[in-house]
């Protein structure tokens, strides 16, 4: 039934406001009321009767379907379509004219395939109503047409307002899930921004401490690595609100290496093949940020090795932990990142020992 895709949640039809509208159509009853009214529908009563049920009915019907009461619309649908077939058949004329509007209550009530085989069949019963009264070719076939376009044309037009209704309830939806994932982005890019750079600055601040009492200009570097991480870390979370942060891979590669002998970690840094270049550079900084900080962390490594090749990068390093990083939101929010544009990551424990990080990037990602 079309009137159960005219209603959204909030309950407010997509359809002619009230369905007053198709409320008008009634008025096709003019032409019966005329011919009652100047006495050539006899018996009065009985034509009088029969126009007070067929626009009670069409009405009922209208409503009804409006409201979404699919059985009470059809019973009414049925019944209009009985009145007016029995009252046109009895009286000619000027009734013929309520055909039509059994056709606009059909293209209301009825959806689909329903409403197509309905309507042939009331096109078929009108037309055979005006030939039995004797009207000729070109009358049947206006009256029969008629009938047919006024329901395919109400029924079109409620489609459309359907289809409108699910289009921007579509769009609604497409909206929300732009939220969602906007949300997730910025929480990924949060915790991985903040994750390496708290990283490096706790590992520079035990530094610091350690250096203290022995190297007062060393200590003095370190300091101001501190504060040009903090600065840095400052403008990454700017960009990433903003959605435009890139990552340059060289600057990452200098920074995991100088932040791993920051750590008391040896850092062996490896390129072959061409340099990767747009998204894949950004995606792949990202995993060498992620890889890094996972080194510090978690393995207690004394050598890390980062190798790049082409579209992929491998981090392993000969620490006893076996589960460095394993499972944790770092790595998931990696992984999400890289399958957006086809890539993969794995990672997981070496049989020697130590830790095995991998991500590739297909060709296209650039």
């Known amino acids: 039934m079309l009137a159960d895709h005219l209603r959204p949640p909030d309950g407010k039809p997509y359809g002619p406001p009230d ?3 198709l409320l008008a159509f009634v008025l096709l009853g003019v032409a019966a009321v005329w011919d009652t009214a100047i006495g050539a529908s006899r018996p009065a009563w009985l034509a009088w009767s029969g126009l007070a049920a067929a626009a009670a009915l069409y009405m009922a019907a209208v409503l009804l379907a409006f409201r979404g009461r699919t059985a009470p619309a059809t019973a009414s649908l049925a019944a209009l379509a009985a009145v007016v077939t029995v009252m046109a058949a009895r009286f000619g004329e000027g009734w013929l004219y309520l055909f039509p ?45 008629g009938t047919f376009s006024a329901g395919i044309v109400a029924a079109f037009i409620l489609h459309l307002h359907a289809l409108i209704g699910e289009l921007r309830d579509t769009r609604q939806r497409l909206a929300e899930a732009a939220v969602a994932e906007e949300r997730l982005r910025f929480a990924r890019d949060l915790h991985d921004l903040l994750g390496h750079t708290l990283s490096v600055i706790v590992v520079k601040a035990e530094a610091v401490r350690r250096l203290a009492p022995s190297d007062p200009g060393q200590v003095q570097r370190q300091a101001a690595d501190i504060e040009t991480v903090g600065r840095q870390a400052l403008a990454e979370v700017r960009e990433a609100v903003t959605g435009y942060r890139t990552s340059s891979l060289d600057g990452e590669l200098n920074r995991a290496a100088d932040t791993l002998r920051t750590a008391g970690v040896e850092p062996v840094v490896s390129r072959t093949g061409a340099a990767p270049g747009g998204q894949a550079q950004t995606l792949l900084g990202w995993v060498v940020r992620e890889g890094v900080t996972n080194v510090i962390r978690h393995s207690g490594a004394t ?11 491998t981090i392993t390093d000969n620490g006893p932990a076996t589960s460095a990083g394993e499972g944790g939101s770092g790595l998931r929010g990696l992984a999400e990142r890289l399958s957006q544009a086809g890539g993969t990551v794995e990672a997981g424990p070496l049989p020697q020992g130590g830790w095995r990080l991998a991500a590739s990037i297909p060709e296209t990602a650039d």
Do not use: H, P
Request: one cysteine or more; charged letters at 10%; proline letters at 0%.
């Open 19 to 21: 369905a007053k509208g």
């Open 101 to 145: 509007m059994v056709g606009i209550a059909c293209g209301t009530v009825l959806y689909g395939r329903r409403v197509q085989i309905t309507l042939l069949a009331l096109t078929a019963v009108t037309a055979l109503v005006v030939w039995d009264g004797g009207g000729n070719v070109e009358t049947i076939m206006a009256f029969a047409w």
């Open 303 to 313: 050598r890390a090795e980062i190798t790049l090749a082409g579209q992929s990068v």
